[in-house]
Each structure stands twice: as structure tokens, then as C-alpha cells.
């Protein structure tokens, strides 16, 4: 449905005979992806939200401002490898370092569950401020509200972000071209098997960690070495898959994966593969995918492989002219074939 | 990663490829009875890898598909009923039955819970004495031991409040109505490998005997999946028609004696309705007269619910291997995983959802939905 055929102050759901919220609305599949162009998109249209970049870039006196928002409500809220504080700011700053921008200020606000313990918040907010420092960012200004037991899961938080984006850098997933190299941090899918793991209380051998860290330096490392980088992303919830669908989609053009060359910890695959989960849409939160013209590409390794957080980086695809609007993956063992998202959460299978 | 690299080898596929294509030198028509071997057959790309002269046709086993609509039914009858703690595997949440499906029924209040082992429902059970707690236990014969043991355990440890709707659904049944019915096509089988590493294959030396026709036993990576084609292919251009145990390193004649006794404990071999396929005669497990008190479909007097399936759907002509997900005018269109007409595509391992989640819509012409690609975070 166009945004013309709904009538003013219309609701232009349902979506796909869904006529109420369910998880996989905030799971970063189709569901997601159509409540955002169906729902939110048409009643807020304007250049800047259209892109559906992590951030906006908006212009001030001449500077570029980059300025991002995420909320988080992650169970449990301590978890190996990080905790809800953390994961808070650390995805904000990412989400600046992603446009391009060094992150500066964010916000901070909670809203705590009724019976909380006080020791819990104290963790959470000792753990944003380490966070923060190590970003080199300040929390300028925040919010706290309480609801009733069982109107909220103990602590949520939202933040925002401000940053500014250095003269001579545009990134914008509007910009990525045929030819383009794709390059990918790290290993993907340890955030999302390390929640999943703690959360339904499965034991698997093996030291399974988020990677929750902030990108900003890695980001800025890999634009100092090609300062013509198109466009950056990290994928986080969906994962790998979603960034790369979303980006061919959007710009109608080809990509191409090995799927070989994509790394992954032998932990987190033996964990996908007991539960028939794909590691490609498991959730990331220290990793990134950069698109940059193919000459480049080298360079961006190179600086990407000198920073601890990039040390397994390693170039995974091709953005190309052929199948547009399409993620083709080359399997292991020579054959190909099409990578697309689910349409809600990921569930275990059976057998 | 040891036991999974090997059997994903480019060298080792290439190689088994190349002597596929000199064995062959007919059509020749090979079923995969595993959902789990369809699945890794799309995932892959297997089938494209093949000599043009073998096709592939999709079979039966994917438990979640063709587990009948009534059984969906009576599950959301059950899961709404106040004091009810449902648990599943994780991909029957999705499955939708006449209205819904169990993650929407969730959404709307159901204690809807999912659990990893059956197990895992009875803790649930002895942790909430004052609610019912029911687990849908569907499946072939490699759930039914797990399925079994919950039950077991819930009778032994005298957990009352614990009970079990069954749909378990047995494959040796539903390759005799393959084979059986009119217009045929299949060939040769590539057998259920995890279904054998519990009930071992001497079932499938009679059906193999009977029928004529070669049953490989394979596996469901990559390199065991070229490897079964190789040796059924061998059978065929030679003339045979025996049991071939490709899945060594799981499979044995006699299966697992330990987990075969459990079933028999707990279960008693019953007709069974297949959606999309229809009534097959003792092709299913039902709960045993001494476990009757654990009997969900009992307990809750659901028995009475009858349900019909849209007519365009092809899925009964799909899982008897008459034709292909693409075959079909509502395949990508009317038809997705988000909105499903049928069996085939209500779970991962359908052969349909396979062609669809792997991009196979595109041989179609049909778009697919792709209005989701964008804007996903």
C-alpha cells in the first residue's frame, strides 16, 4: 500500500494479516523491516530518516553532525563477555563510528523494573561508564523512570548519540557500487550465541563471549587508510545476513559471498549446529562490514588486521552489477545459492 | 571442525561429482526422505552440482510438515486453555493451524514455552506442581526415544501434572505409500540416516526386497549426501536393488537397542493422518494404554477437532515426489513461509520453504517478497 491510499491518521497495517505486535517484529527480519517501511517510514518521511542508515547525518553551521538512537533490552542483563551498560553504549558509539563520525555526547536513560536490586543498577551504571570512557565519549544528560513489577524485565535503557564527520568523509549505504570490496571485521555470531546459550541455560564447552567493544578506533583506522571507504555497518541484530540483504535491496545491486571466507569461531559453529542456527543470522555487537572500492581494499585489511579488535578481518565478498537486488553465497563445497532473511526470529529446529 | 570440515570438503565433493557423472548413463529419478537431507541439499546447492540426467525429488520427512492440521489445531485448543504451560521444539511455533499460530497465540497471553529436550517440560512440570503442562511431541523415530523418556521419567517420578500430545509420524510406512502409489517416479531412496541410527535399517531390506528398489542409508552433510547419490546411482546402472549403509559413522543394522526398547515402552505403533498426504495405516507412534494418564489428546478431550486443507495446495503431489515447490502457480506468490498454504511450507526443512529460503523463486519468475530487504535494523 502507497502512503497516498492511506487515509490521514490511518494505521496502514496490517502487515501481511499480522494485526499485532509479535516478537519477530523486533527480531531484524521481514517482519522488522516491513513494520519500519509500512508503519514508521510513511509517518515521518524526510531525506535524511529515508536513507534507514544506523544514523542520520544532518548539517549545523557547516559542521556535519552524525546523531543516532537505540534502545536496549537485552535478557539476561549480565552476560558473558559484557552486560546490558556496556551493550548500551557501546552500540550508540558504534552507530556514530558507523557514519563515519567520532562519537562526542550521548544520553543516557533507564527505565528500571520495580524491585530492581540497587546492586544490579550500580553494576550497570559502573559498567556505561567505563564504557563511555573508553569510547571517549561523555553521557551529557539522561532520564530515569520506575514501572510496576511485571511492566517492564529489570532494566531497560535508551541512548542517543551526537558525533561530528570529518571533512571529506561520506559514508551512506547509498553510496556502495559494483565493484566494491566487502570486508568484514571478524568472527561473526558470538553476541548472539553467548545470549542464547546463557538464556536458555544451555552448556556448551568452549568459551562462547559477546563481542560487545566499541568500533570507533577500528572504524577510524579503516578510514585513515582509504579515506574513500562507501559505506560501513555492523550488524547486529539479523546479522551478517541482514546487513547484506538490506544493502542489495536498497541499492538494487548484486552481492557476492564466499562463504568460506566468512570467519567463525569453532565454538559458535558447533552451537549453531546443534541448534540449526545459521551463524550469518546470529547477532554481532563488535564487528563491522565495510564496503570499499576494490583498490582499496588491501589497505583497509591491512589497518583493520593492526587493531586487536580486527585481527581475524578478512575480505568476504563482491558488490556487483549481475542477480541485483540479491546476496548470492558460494557454499563450501561449490555450489551456490541465494541468501535471504527469515521472516521473524530465528528458531531451533527439530532435527 | 572435526566431523563437519571433511564432509564439507571442496576437493572430496568435486571428486564424488566426477564419479557420479561417470557412472551415470540414464535419467534416473533418486528421492532424499529426510527434510534435514532436503535442507542440506538446497543449502548447498547439491542438486545443481549434479550430471543433468539425476534428479532429485523432495521426500516426506520433515516431521513439522506433515504434521496434520488437526494436530496443530488441538494443540492451540490446548495451549489456550487457562492453567496450560505449552511447550514445543522451536519450529512448530510457527507453524500455523487453522487460525494462528503458536507464537501468536503467545503474543496474546498462552504460556507458550520453548524447550530444547522433552526433559526439559517435565523439570517444568515438577517446578510448576499447580499448572498443566503439556509438550507437543512430534516427530519420526529420532525424537520418539527423547519423546519416550519424558514420558517415562514423568510416570516413574510420578509427575502428574505432566502430559504429552503425540504426533509421531514413522518413515518405513510412508515410503511403502510412495512406492505404492499411481504415477511413481522414484527410483531409489536416499534413507533416513538419524531415523536408522535408532531403529537400525533392517526394516528397509524388506521394503528394499519387496518394492525392488535401492535404499541407501546416508547422511546429511554435503559430502555424505554426493556419496549416497554415488552409491545409488552404482545400484541402479547395475541393477541392483539392496540396502547400502552410506552413514557408517552413525548407522548400524540393528540401530540403537536401548532407545528401540524405550519406544516400545511408552509407545504403540497406530494409523496416522500426514498432511498433504493423507491417512497412511500404522505409520505412527500413540501413546501406550499405561501412559494414558499422561495423554494430552485424552486429558484434554481434543479428539473432535477435523480440519480441511486449502485445495491449491500441491504438497501431497511434493511429498510423493510427483512434482517440485516450483511446479506449483502459488510457489513465491500466494504462497511464502509468512503465509503458507501448506505442509511444505510451514517449516525449514519443507521442501518448499527450502526452495524458498535459498532463493529458489528466482528459477520461477516469481519475485518472492523482497519488500523486506531493506531497512531491517
Same mark, same amino acid.
Given at each position: 500500500?502507497?502512503?497516498?491510499?492511506?487515509?490521514?491518521?490511518?494505521?496502514?497495517?496490517?502487515?501481511?494479516?499480522?494485526?499485532?505486535?509479535?516478537?519477530?517484529?523486533?527480531?531484524?527480519? =521481514?517482519?522488522?523491516?516491513?513494520?519500519?517501511?509500512?508503519?514508521?517510514?510513511?509517518?515521518?518521511?524526510?531525506?535524511?530518516?529515508?536513507?534507514?542508515?544506523?544514523?542520520?547525518?544532518?548539517?549545523?553551521?557547516?559542521?556535519?553532525?552524525?546523531?543516532?538512537?537505540?534502545?536496549?533490552?537485552?535478557?539476561?542483563?549480565?552476560?558473558?563477555?559484557?552486560?546490558?551498560?556496556?551493550?548500551?553504549?557501546?552500540?550508540?558509539?558504534?552507530?556514530?563510528?558507523?557514519?563515519?563520525?567520532?562519537?562526542?555526547?550521548?544520553? +543516557?536513560?533507564?527505565?528500571?523494573?520495580?524491585?530492581?536490586?540497587?546492586?544490579?543498577?550500580?553494576?550497570?551504571?559502573?559498567?556505561?561508564?567505563?564504557?563511555?570512557?573508553?569510547?571517549?565519549?561523555?553521557?551529557?544528560?539522561?532520564?530515569t523512570k520506575v514501572v510496576g513489577k511485571g511492566s517492564g524485565d529489570k532494566v531497560f535503557i535508551n541512548t542517543s548519540g551526537i558525533g561530528i564527520v570529518p571533512a571529506g568523509i561520506d559514508?551512506?549505504?547509498?553510496?556502495?557500487?559494483?565493484?566494491?570490496?566487502?570486508?568484514?571485521?571478524?568472527?561473526?555470531?558470538?553476541?548472539?550465541?553467548?545470549?542464547?546459550?546463557?538464556?536458555?541455560?544451555?552448556?556448551?564447552?568452549?568459551?562462547?563471549?559477546?563481542?560487545?567493544?566499541?568500533?570507533?578506533?577500528?572504524?577510524?583506522?579503516?578510514?585513515?587508510?582509504? !579515506?574513500?571507504?562507501?559505506?560501513?555497518?555492523?550488524?547486529?541484530?539479523?546479522?551478517?545476513?541482514?546487513?547484506?540483504?538490506?544493502?542489495?535491496a536498497r541499492r538494487h545491486l548484486g552481492i557476492e559471498v564466499d562463504e568460506t571466507a566468512i570467519p567463525v569461531r569453532d565454538t559458535v559453529r558447533g552451537a549453531c549446529e546443534i541448534l540449526?542456527?545459521?551463524?550469518?543470522?546470529?547477532?554481532?555487537?563488535? =564487528?563491522?562490514?565495510?564496503?570499499?572500492?576494490?583498490?582499496?581494499?588491501?589497505?583497509?585489511?591491512?589497518? +583493520?588486521?593492526?587493531?586487536?579488535?580486527?585481527?581475524?578481518?578478512?575480505?568476504?565478498?563482491?558488490?556487483?552489477?549481475?542477480?541485483?537486488?540479491?546476496?548470492?553465497? =558460494?557454499? !563450501?563445497?561449490?555450489?551456490?545459492?541465494?541468501?535471504?532473511?527469515?521472516?521473524?526470529?530465528?528458531?531451533?529446529?527439530?532435527? | 571442525?572435526?566431523?563437519?570440515?571433511?564432509? %564439507?570438503?571442496?576437493?572430496?565433493?568435486?571428486?564424488?561429482?566426477?564419479?557420479?557423472? %561417470?557412472?551415470?548413463?540414464?535419467?534416473?529419478?533418486?528421492?532424499?526422505? /529426510?527434510?534435514?537431507?532436503?535442507?542440506?541439499?538446497?543449502?548447498?546447492?547439491?542438486?545443481?552440482?549434479?550430471?543433468?540426467?539425476?534428479?532429485?525429488?523432495?521426500?516426506?520427512? /520433515?516431521?513439522?510438515?506433515?504434521?496434520?492440521?488437526?494436530?496443530?489445531?488441538?494443540?492451540?485448543?490446548?495451549?489456550?486453555?487457562?492453567?496450560?504451560?505449552?511447550?514445543?521444539?522451536?519450529?512448530?511455533?510457527?507453524?500455523?493451524?487453522?487460525?494462528?499460530?503458536?507464537?501468536?497465540?503467545?503474543?496474546?497471553?498462552?504460556?507458550?514455552?520453548?524447550? @530444547?529436550?522433552?526433559?526439559?517440560?517435565?523439570?517444568?512440570?515438577?517446578?510448576?506442581?499447580?499448572?498443566?503442562?503439556?509438550?507437543?511431541?512430534?516427530?519420526?523415530? $529420532? $525424537?520418539?526415544?527423547?519423546?519416550?523418556?519424558?514420558?517415562?521419567?514423568?510416570?516413574?517420578?510420578?509427575?502428574?501434572?505432566?502430559?504429552?500430545?503425540?504426533?509421531?509420524?514413522?518413515?518405513?510406512?510412508? &515410503?511403502?505409500?510412495?512406492?505404492?502409489?499411481?504415477?511413481?517416479?522414484?527410483?531409489?531412496?536416499?534413507?533416513?540416516?538419524?531415523?536408522?541410527?535408532?531403529?537400525?535399517?533392517?526394516?528397509?531390506?524388506?521394503?528394499?526386497?519387496?518394492? %525392488?528398489? *535401492?535404499?541407501?542409508?546416508?547422511?546429511?552433510?554435503?559430502?555424505?549426501?554426493?556419496?549416497? &547419490?554415488?552409491?545409488?546411482?552404482?545400484?541402479?546402472?547395475?541393477?541392483?536393488?539392496?540396502?547400502?549403509?552410506?552413514?557408517?559413522?552413525?548407522?548400524?543394522?540393528?540401530?540403537?537397542?536401548?532407545?528401540?526398547?524405550?519406544?516400545?515402552?511408552?509407545?504403540?505403533?497406530?494409523?496416522?493422518?500426514?498432511?498433504?498426504?493423507?491417512?497412511?495405516?500404522?505409520?505412527?507412534?500413540?501413546?501406550?494404554?499405561?501412559?494414558?494418564?499422561?495423554?494430552?489428546?485424552?486429558?484434554?478431550?481434543?479428539?473432535?477437532?477435523? $480440519?480441511?486443507?486449502?485445495?491449491?495446495?500441491?504438497?501431497?503431489?511434493?511429498?510423493?515426489?510427483?512434482?517440485? *515447490? /516450483?511446479?506449483?502457480?502459488?510457489?513465491?506468490?500466494?504462497?511464502?513461509?509468512?503465509?503458507?498454504?501448506?505442509?511444505?511450507?510451514?517449516?525449514?526443512?519443507?521442501?518448499?520453504?527450502?526452495? @524458498?529460503?535459498?532463493?529458489? @523463486?528466482?528459477? $520461477?519468475?516469481?519475485?518472492?517478497?523482497?519488500?523486506?530487504?531493506?531497512?531491517? %535494523?
Open positions: 500500500m502507497s502512503s497516498e491510499e492511506t487515509p490521514l491518521g490511518q494505521c496502514p497495517m496490517p502487515l501481511n494479516q499480522v494485526s499485532e505486535i509479535l516478537m519477530g517484529h523486533g527480531s531484524g527480519g =521481514k517482519l522488522s523491516a516491513q513494520l519500519i517501511e509500512n508503519l514508521i517510514l510513511p509517518a515521518f518521511r524526510n531525506p535524511e530518516l529515508e536513507l534507514l542508515d544506523d544514523q542520520a547525518i544532518v548539517s549545523l553551521n557547516g559542521s556535519r553532525l552524525a546523531f543516532t538512537t537505540d534502545s536496549y533490552v537485552i535478557t539476561p542483563i549480565f552476560f558473558p563477555g559484557g552486560d546490558i551498560g556496556e551493550l548500551a553504549v557501546n552500540g550508540t558509539v558504534n552507530d556514530l563510528a558507523m557514519g563515519g563520525a567520532r562519537p562526542l555526547y550521548l544520553s +543516557l536513560a533507564f527505565i528500571l523494573e520495580e524491585g530492581l536490586p540497587l546492586s544490579d543498577l550500580q553494576r550497570v551504571v559502573e559498567s556505561a561508564r567505563r564504557a563511555a570512557q573508553c569510547a571517549g565519549v561523555r553521557i551529557v544528560t539522561g532520564d559514508l551512506s549505504s547509498a553510496r556502495i557500487a559494483p565493484g566494491d570490496a566487502i570486508v568484514l571485521s571478524g568472527t561473526i555470531g558470538d553476541h548472539g550465541i553467548a545470549i542464547m546459550s546463557r538464556r536458555e541455560g544451555l552448556e556448551f564447552e568452549g568459551d562462547l563471549r559477546s563481542d560487545t567493544a566499541p568500533l570507533h578506533e577500528l572504524a577510524a583506522a579503516a578510514l585513515q587508510a582509504a !579515506p574513500d571507504i562507501h559505506a560501513m555497518r555492523d550488524p547486529t541484530r539479523g546479522g551478517l545476513a541482514a546487513t547484506l540483504v538490506e544493502f542489495a540449526g542456527l545459521d551463524p550469518l543470522l546470529v547477532a554481532n555487537e563488535g =564487528k563491522m562490514v565495510v564496503f570499499v572500492p576494490h583498490q582499496g581494499s588491501e589497505r583497509v585489511l591491512d589497518a +583493520l588486521r593492526r587493531h586487536p579488535l580486527g585481527r581475524d578481518a578478512a575480505r568476504i565478498g563482491t558488490v556487483t552489477q549481475e542477480h541485483p537486488g540479491f546476496v548470492i553465497l =558460494k557454499t !563450501p563445497v561449490g555450489g551456490q545459492r541465494v541468501l535471504d532473511l527469515p521472516f521473524a526470529e530465528a528458531l531451533p529446529r527439530i532435527c | 571442525m572435526k566431523y563437519l570440515d571433511e564432509y %564439507r570438503n571442496r576437493e572430496i565433493a568435486a571428486a564424488l561429482t566426477e564419479q557420479i557423472g %561417470r557412472a551415470v548413463t540414464r535419467p534416473w529419478v533418486l528421492m532424499e526422505v /529426510c527434510g534435514g537431507q532436503t535442507h542440506s541439499i538446497v543449502r548447498y546447492g547439491i542438486d545443481r552440482m549434479l550430471p543433468p540426467a539425476i534428479e532429485l525429488v523432495h521426500g516426506p520427512g /520433515c516431521p513439522v510438515c506433515v504434521t496434520s492440521l488437526e494436530m496443530i489445531d488441538r494443540a492451540h485448543a490446548i495451549a489456550q486453555r487457562p492453567g496450560v504451560i505449552f511447550t514445543s521444539f522451536g519450529d512448530m511455533l510457527r507453524v500455523p493451524g487453522s487460525c494462528g499460530d503458536l507464537l501468536t497465540l503467545k503474543g496474546r497471553g498462552a504460556d507458550v514455552r520453548v524447550v @530444547y529436550s522433552p526433559l526439559d517440560a517435565v523439570r517444568i512440570a515438577r517446578e510448576n506442581p499447580a499448572r498443566k503442562v503439556v509438550f507437543f511431541g512430534i516427530g519420526f523415530e $529420532t $525424537t520418539a526415544p527423547a519423546n519416550a523418556m519424558a514420558l517415562f521419567q514423568a510416570r516413574k517420578l510420578g509427575v502428574k501434572n505432566f502430559s504429552m500430545l503425540v504426533s509421531h509420524v514413522l518413515v518405513p510406512p510412508s &515410503i511403502a505409500a510412495i512406492l505404492q502409489a499411481p504415477g511413481n517416479r522414484v527410483q531409489a531412496f536416499l534413507g533416513p540416516g538419524h531415523v536408522c541410527a535408532v531403529m537400525g535399517y533392517r526394516e528397509y531390506e524388506s521394503l528394499s526386497a519387496h518394492y %525392488r528398489v *535401492p535404499i541407501v542409508i546416508t547422511g546429511f552433510e554435503p559430502v555424505d549426501l554426493l556419496e549416497g &547419490i554415488l552409491m545409488a546411482v552404482r545400484q541402479l546402472e547395475a541393477g541392483r536393488a539392496q540396502v547400502e549403509n552410506q552413514y557408517v559413522r552413525a548407522v548400524t543394522r540393528e540401530g540403537n537397542c536401548a532407545a528401540r526398547n524405550l519406544i516400545f515402552e511408552v509407545f504403540e505403533v497406530g494409523d496416522r493422518k500426514w498432511r498433504g498426504v493423507g491417512a497412511i495405516p500404522k505409520s505412527g507412534y500413540r501413546i501406550a494404554y499405561e501412559y494414558r494418564d499422561h495423554d494430552a489428546e485424552r486429558l484434554f478431550e481434543v479428539d473432535e477437532i477435523d $480440519t480441511h486443507e486449502p485445495p491449491e495446495c500441491i504438497s501431497g503431489l511434493i511429498l510423493r515426489g510427483l512434482k517440485k *515447490p /516450483c511446479d506449483c502457480p502459488a510457489f513465491g506468490k500466494r504462497c511464502t513461509p509468512q503465509n503458507p498454504l501448506g505442509a511444505t511450507m510451514v517449516s525449514a526443512e519443507g521442501a518448499c520453504a527450502a526452495y @524458498y529460503q535459498y532463493g529458489r @523463486y528466482l528459477d $520461477t519468475g516469481n519475485p518472492g517478497d523482497r519488500s523486506a530487504g531493506a531497512g531491517a %535494523r
